[in-house]
């Protein structure tokens, strides 16, 4: 019996050579060896090849026959079992005649025009498809974290990345700070504050990066939604003065061409007013001991003895 190639279906009749269905009552079997672990995109690689195939058969037959035929839709549902393993991968095996526990696939495949297609589609820049686990000082669990979102390439980070909202979302389903995302990503950072607080109107160093040379137009940075004067700005730092009129700890952030950065949090606390110099000579002070004639007593005047 010769073994079914990948574009051959998993299950085969004994009594035939596995090209084609039984034609005299023989049951389908499923050949174990075969059954192997797969992923979704293999799956789909391997439905397109058939589709393929099926497109040059109807072509000849158009061409034959003067008619135009076509495969526009194409519907499968699979019975599958789904695992995940440590890497983030998912894995679906289908599940054997009478086996318990499978979960329904289902796969409906449309065509969609070329014109519906163009709107849709956003071109793949140089390197997109480069590996995640290129990144500079990437760790392991870092790769595995993004995969288990579906981020497998540099490509991949920028599209699920795009808006402040992405990268927090995606920061807090892996894990991964934000601001780590941002500087793989190259966008502006704030990475510390110094001091983390102080009293309305002093001067903070805001330690980031990818922050420009000097500030764009319009640029600012904002604490507690007030902006702060800029006094000086760098490519790895920015120094401002916090805004006077502000109390409590909030958000510190910068405003920039490419849109706001991550925030930080910092805390506007008003000076502490010095001890009074007299509280402890208060403390200390003598008490008055009282007299005979106005019931108080002079400071230091002993009792005179009384006479029988």
């Keep these: 019996m010769k ?14 050579d596995g090209e084609s269905p039984a034609r005299d009552g023989g049951a389908w079997r499923l050949v174990p060896e075969d059954n192997q672990e797969w992923q979704l995109a293999d799956m789909i690689d391997a439905i397109a090849a058939e589709v393929d195939r099926a497109e040059d058969t109807l072509a000849l037959k158009s061409h034959a026959r003067k008619v135009s035929f076509a495969v526009k839709s194409l519907a499968l549902d699979l019975s599958v079992t ?15 005649p009478g086996e318990q526990g499978g979960t329904l696939l289902n796969l409906d495949l449309t065509q969609v025009l070329e014109s519906q297609l163009s709107e849709l589609r956003t071109p793949l820049g140089n390197g997109s498809a480069q590996p995640i686990d290129t990144l500079p000082g990437i760790h392991e669990r870092e790769v595995q974290a993004l995969a288990a979102v579906s981020i497998f390439s ?39 504050i110094s001091p983390p607080r102080g009293a309305p109107g002093d001067t903070v160093v805001v330690r980031g990066a990818h922050l420009g ?17 800029i006094l000086d700005w760098a490519e790895e730092h920015l120094i401002v003065r916090i805004p006077p ?4 700890p909030g958000q510190l952030y910068a405003m920039l061409d490419a849109g706001p950065t991550n925030h930080l949090l910092w805390e506007a606390h008003p000076q502490e007013a010095s ?10 002070a003598p008490r008055a001991k009282k007299t005979h004639r106005t019931g108080r007593r002079s400071l230091g005047s002993p009792r005179k003895p009384r006479h029988r």
Excluded: C, M
Aim: charged share 30%; aromatic share 6%.
């Design 3 to 16: 073994r079914p190639t990948t574009s051959q279906p998993l299950l085969e009749d004994p009594s035939h």
């Design 154 to 192: 540099l490509g991949d980070l920028e599209r699920y990345t795009r808006a402040t909202p992405l990268l927090a979302e995606v920061g807090r389903k892996t894990g991964i700070p934000e601001q780590q995302l941002r500087r793989w990503r190259k966008l502006p950072t704030l990475l510390s």
């Design 82 to 96: 789904v695992r995940q393993s440590s890497n983030g991968r998912i894995w679906f095996r289908t599940t054997g």
């Design 245 to 248: 009129d502000v109390r409590g």
């Design 275 to 284: 001890p009074r110099s007299d509280a402890p000579a208060r403390q200390n």
């Design 213 to 229: 040379r000097q500030p764009s137009a319009g640029a600012k940075v904002l604490f507690q939604e007030r902006p702060a004067r």
